[in-house]
């Protein structure tokens, strides 16, 4: 403690004092949403535990993976879902050396953002490498599924690089 | 596929608030998702700081120590080392209670969180006996519907080997029998 706190007076001896072992204790703030995923991210997800990944195209032809509702450029709703591959490309991506709880992959791994083939916008998710020599933009990756799927996103378990160059 | 939307939930008027419905080029079978729990969860390392170290610490004996404003003569508990009024340091230490009234209270039917009592339990703002202000807790051994404002209450501490520097140290409060206290006696303590 700070040499120059002078806390009040302990009234009859009380045990208030021990100011020098300041309390401290782990807290958690945790809420558990229950969120309705409507009918686009509902069908993405949906899609996902069949292994399948759906974009949406938006107004001027361009495909969002994974979907939005709406268009980003106009804000107009958007109707058609398409189907995208499992393997893409990493457009950018950083390397995770200290694992965090809750982390998708409990061992080092690079975050990435992979544009997905057939996609034009890429998502945020882990791609499970040797290490971060392994890992370059425009690097090919692939989708390893999660072994039971529960229609989430973690029903993709990561990416891992897919052998040869594009 | 499931186009039709989910209505389980919340209504909108119709007009007010829509969802586009897309075309699926997949069959998403007769079990889509509708609905996902996603946790939200942040860890902290949490201090409360010096005056309410003090407090935690008087906890750990079944003491509520509150401390003092030196201008207005209040006392503030749980103490966070000065006075919200004043702004000045609180430089006084003072026990409080452990007899209290009842400032406020709300009967609670929908509980959440791992430690909510069963439903519906009586939550409520505890006036220890000369304090400023009031402690949040819960009540028991009274039918929810028979708690009033101006209640004499007291805790009910765990067991002395369960005690530890925490606000968990009670398990609840209860009624004592002394009469109420008028709700004009509680003017700025509500």
Redesign the interface.
């Known amino acids: 403690?700070a040499a120059d706190?002078d806390?009040?007076?302990?009234?009859?001896g009380?045990?208030?004092?021990?100011?020098g072992?300041?309390?401290?204790?782990?807290?958690?703030?945790?809420?558990?949403?229950?969120?309705?995923?409507?009918?686009?991210v509902?069908?993405f997800?949906?899609?996902l535990?069949?292994r399948?990944v759906?974009g949406?195209r938006a107004a001027d032809g361009r495909v969002v993976c994974p979907?939005v509702?709406?268009d980003p450029q106009t804000g107009a709703?958007?109707?058609?879902?398409?189907?995208v591959s499992d393997t893409g490309t990493i457009t950018s991506w950083s390397w995770v050396d200290r694992i965090r709880?809750?982390q998708p992959v409990q061992s080092p791994h690079a975050l990435a953002l992979i544009r997905l083939d057939g996609a034009d916008t890429a998502m945020l998710h882990v791609v499970d490498a040797p290490g971060p020599e392994a890992v370059s933009t425009g690097a090919r990756v692939r989708i390893r599924w999660a072994d039971e799927p529960t229609?989430?996103i973690t029903d993709i378990a990561c990416f891992e690089l897919d052998g040869g160059a594009s | 596929?499931?186009?039709e939307?989910?209505r389980s939930?919340s209504t909108m008027p119709d007009g007010l608030w829509?969802?586009?419905?897309?075309?699926?080029?997949?069959?998403?079978?007769d079990d889509?998702?509708?609905?996902?729990?996603?946790?939200?969860?942040?860890?902290?390392?949490?201090?409360?700081?010096?005056?309410?170290?003090?407090?935690?610490?008087?906890l750990?004996?079944k003491?509520f120590?509150g401390?003092?404003c030196p201008q207005t003569g209040d006392v503030y508990i749980p103490p966070r080392g000065v006075s919200p009024v004043s702004g000045l340091r609180?430089?006084?230490?003072?026990?409080v209670g452990p007899k209290a009234t009842i400032t406020s209270f709300c009967v609670v039917h929908i509980g959440f969180g791992v430690n909510a009592p069963p439903t519906p339990f009586v939550s409520a703002l505890f006036l220890p006996d000369g304090a400023a202000v009031s402690l949040y807790g819960t009540m028991g051994e009274v039918p929810h519907d028979q708690v009033r404002i101006g209640m004499r209450v007291e805790p009910v501490w765990v067991d002395d080997d369960q005690l530890t520097?925490s606000m968990e140290n009670i398990r609840y409060w209860r009624p004592i029998d002394e009469p109420d206290v008028p709700a004009e006696q509680l003017k700025g303590h509500m």
């Not at chain 1, 009380?14 to 100011?19: F, I, K, N, T, V």
Request: proline share 11%; no cysteine.
């Open positions: 403690m706190d806390g009040p007076d302990t009234a009859g009380a045990s208030g004092g021990g100011d072992d300041l309390l401290r204790a782990p807290l958690v703030i945790e809420y558990p949403f229950n969120r309705t995923t409507g009918p686009v509902g069908a997800v949906t899609a535990r069949n399948t759906l949406i979907p509702e709406y709703p958007l109707h058609e879902l398409v189907e709880e809750g229609g989430a | 596929m499931s186009s939307p989910d939930i829509t969802q586009p419905t897309p075309s699926v080029p997949v069959d998403l079978g889509p998702v509708r609905r996902q729990v996603v946790p939200a969860s942040m860890r902290y390392d949490y201090t409360p700081g010096l005056a309410t170290t003090r407090f935690l610490r008087g750990a004996e003491r120590l401390e003092r609180t430089t006084e230490q003072v026990e520097t």
